[in-house]
């Protein structure tokens, strides 16, 4: 396997998007500390990089990416066979597919191929506690097994009857093959174990082939202008394959609580934003989006584009967005409106402008009036 490192596309990474950005999703997934991070994204050290894709699952906007390990590749395969296992390189165990570490492959793929039928049987997850990889790997892993589960009771709370079985074939971990060789000094890195982790912070049915192509409380002040930067839109392959397990017969519903292994996540806007637009503006996705005319303007919400990488909730300096903690995860639902107003008009300019109270004049026309006060005052 080569050990050609991960790159990353950083204006699909939050810390880009946002300079202020807490996010370190990647950080903490690397076993081998060889992610840095700094205000225009992060950094990948190529001296102690091990190509363990582990970042590349962390991810739910996508940055990251290596040539070695595509998770598409892994669906081509896996979807022309009845059976399918998979084991991590470290282990030796042999299998349809190989890779880098069994925490690299998310609990959406795990979910698609649940929701198809196909048994998948995962080889390794023994040996997490002797590799280098299992410090962190084996955490990621636990958290995909534990996103599977959290779809697999999506699908059976939104049928007609929930207490019929339905037809997904839960990933199975397997036994080891040999007897384990542990010397009786050695520490394990870690062991696997599918306990929950803290959560962070908390288009349309297309087939497989088609998807193949603790904060301190802030001030109401806007975040700075230059601490958002502008980049272009991007959905994931994840979340739209997501928009495939998430499809129930009839238009039933797909509840589902928050996960931080799943790119999904339901907005809510409560009484006291500013229309300081940040959210929209920071959005790498186009979940958030702003609709006017000459004499209306809102806030928008596009479910089925948000990935969940929580960039709206970090800029939003009020502190009135929130993520709803259970929801409908179909992506075949309108477009939730958070913020409809109605434009002033400005007595000084006469033009149009949106304020959150009633105002007499336009931002425009009150910065005037403030330098002219400061400078003659």
Same mark, same amino acid.
């Given at each position: 396997?080569?050990?050609? #490192?991960?790159?990353?596309?950083?204006?699909?990474?939050?810390?880009? $998007?946002?300079?202020?950005?807490?996010?370190?999703?990647?950080?903490?997934?690397? &076993?081998?500390?060889?992610?840095?991070?700094?205000?225009?994204?992060? #950094?990948?050290?190529?001296?102690?990089?091990?190509? +363990?894709?582990?970042?590349?699952?962390?991810?739910?906007?996508?940055?990251?990416?290596?040539?070695?390990?595509?998770?598409?590749?892994?669906? $081509?395969?896996?979807?022309? *066979?009845?059976?399918?296992? /998979?084991? +991590?390189?470290?282990?030796?165990?042999?299998? %349809?597919?190989?890779?880098?570490?069994?925490?690299?492959?998310?609990?959406? #793929?795990?979910?698609?191929?649940?929701?198809?039928?196909?048994?998948?049987?995962?080889?390794?997850?023994?040996?997490?506690?002797?590799?280098?990889?299992?410090?962190?790997?084996?955490?990621?892993?636990?958290?995909?097994?534990?996103?599977?589960?959290?779809?697999?009771?999506?699908?059976?709370?939104?049928?007609?009857?929930?207490?019929?079985?339905?037809?997904?074939?839960?990933?199975?971990?397997? *036994?080891?093959?040999?007897?384990?060789?542990?010397?009786?000094?050695?520490?394990?890195?870690?062991?696997?174990?599918?306990?929950?982790?803290?959560?962070?912070?908390?288009?349309?049915?297309?087939?497989?082939?088609?998807?193949?192509?603790?904060?301190?409380?802030?001030?109401?002040?806007?975040?700075?202008?230059?601490?958002?930067? &502008?980049?272009?839109?991007?959905?994931?392959?994840?979340?739209?394959?997501?928009?495939?397990?998430?499809?129930?017969?009839?238009?039933?519903?797909?509840?589902?609580?928050?996960? !931080?292994?799943?790119?999904?996540? *339901?907005?809510?806007?409560?009484?006291? +934003? #500013?229309?300081?637009?940040?959210?929209? $503006?920071?959005?790498?996705?186009?979940?958030?989006?702003?609709?006017?005319?000459?004499?209306?303007?809102?806030?928008?919400?596009?479910? !089925?584009?948000? /990935?969940?990488?929580?960039? +709206?909730?970090?800029?939003?300096?009020? $502190?009135?967005?929130?993520?709803?903690?259970?929801? %409908?995860?179909?992506?075949?639902?309108?477009?939730?409106?958070?913020?409809?107003?109605?434009? *002033?008009?400005?007595?000084?300019? %006469?033009?149009?402008?949106?304020?959150?109270?009633?105002?007499?004049?336009?931002?425009?026309?009150?910065? !005037?009036?403030?330098?002219?006060?400061?400078?003659?005052?």
């Amino acid at each position: 396997m080569s050990m050609a #490192t991960p790159s990353i596309r950083v204006s699909q990474c939050t810390r880009y $998007r946002y300079r202020y950005s807490a996010c370190q999703r990647c950080a903490d997934a690397c &076993p081998h500390e060889a992610i840095a991070l700094n205000d225009e994204g992060a #950094t990948v050290n190529p001296k102690n990089c091990q190509n +363990c894709a582990l970042c590349i699952s962390a991810c739910p906007t996508g940055a990251w990416a290596s040539d070695n390990f595509k998770v598409i590749d892994l669906l $081509r395969q896996a979807i022309k *066979q009845p059976t399918w296992s /998979v084991a +991590c390189a470290p282990s030796g165990e042999t299998a %349809d597919a190989i890779v880098p570490c069994l925490g690299a492959v998310d609990g959406v #793929t795990l979910g698609y191929l649940a929701k198809r039928g196909i048994p998948v049987t995962l080889r390794g997850q023994w040996h997490c506690g002797d590799c280098p990889h299992g410090k962190t790997g084996a955490a990621q892993l636990a958290l995909s097994l534990e996103a599977v589960d959290v779809l697999h009771q999506g699908a059976r709370d939104g049928s007609n009857n929930p207490e019929a079985p339905i037809n997904w074939m839960l990933p199975q971990l397997a *036994q080891p093959t040999r007897a384990l060789n542990r010397s009786q000094d050695k520490k394990p890195a870690a062991e696997f174990a599918p306990a929950r982790r803290q959560l962070f912070r908390r288009l349309i049915g297309r087939g497989i082939d088609e998807v193949i192509l603790a904060t301190p409380q802030a001030d109401n002040q806007p975040a700075p202008e230059k601490a958002i930067r &502008p980049g272009p839109y991007s959905i994931t392959e994840r979340r739209e394959l997501l928009q495939i397990v998430t499809q129930q017969k009839d238009g039933q519903a797909f509840p589902v609580q928050l996960h !931080d292994g799943l790119p999904l996540m *339901q907005l809510t806007l409560q009484p006291g +934003c #500013t229309v300081c637009e940040a959210c929209f $503006r920071v959005c790498p996705t186009g979940a958030i989006q702003i609709e006017e005319n000459p004499d209306a303007w809102a806030l928008q919400f596009r479910f !089925d584009r948000c /990935v969940a990488c929580q960039a +709206c909730l970090e800029v939003c300096q009020p $502190r009135v967005l929130d993520a709803d903690a259970s929801f %409908d995860a179909r992506a075949e639902q309108p477009v939730r409106v958070l913020m409809s107003l109605n434009k *002033q008009r400005c007595s000084r300019c %006469d033009r149009h402008f949106v304020s959150a109270v009633p105002e007499k004049t336009c931002p425009v026309c009150r910065d !005037d009036e403030d330098a002219f006060a400061a400078i003659f005052g």
